[in-house]
């Protein structure tokens, strides 16, 4: 069982930048993939981005260049650093964790990137 807890969401303005930080509880946090995803309103949620547990990364299109994603094993921590924010950018941001069958969610945070 994995537990996961988002935190460093908040409101920002455009251009501005956060750091979002998903610490998990349990053990073999390197085995396992993981990613962010966000729900903006009135949209499905979308992955925004992922780490394997080798270390490789990937993105999607609108956040390439903007967004990075990195993982600390000894801290069983993910974090996604997010700049030059644009107001499409909102929305609840939710981490996950997944290795095989097994697939946790966090509680999400919120980002709001309004003037």
């Known amino acids: 069982q994995v537990q996961l807890v988002e935190s460093g969401g908040g409101l920002v303005q455009p251009g501005g930048s956060l750091r979002l930080s998903c610490a998990a509880s349990?053990?073999?946090?390197?085995?396992?993939?993981m990613a962010w995803f966000r729900r903006a309103p009135g949209k499905q949620r979308e992955l925004v981005a992922f780490v394997a547990r080798g270390g490789k990364t990937n993105y999607i299109d609108p956040v390439k260049g903007r967004f990075t994603i990195s993982r600390d094993n000894a801290k069983n921590t993910v974090y996604l650093q997010m700049n030059s924010l644009k107001t499409e950018d909102t929305g609840v941001y939710y981490c996950?964790?997944?290795?095989?069958?097994?697939?946790?969610w966090g509680q999400g945070t919120q980002v709001t990137v309004s003037s």
């Open positions: 349990g053990s073999d946090f390197s085995l396992y993939t």
């Open positions: 996950n964790a997944a290795w095989a069958t097994l697939n946790y």
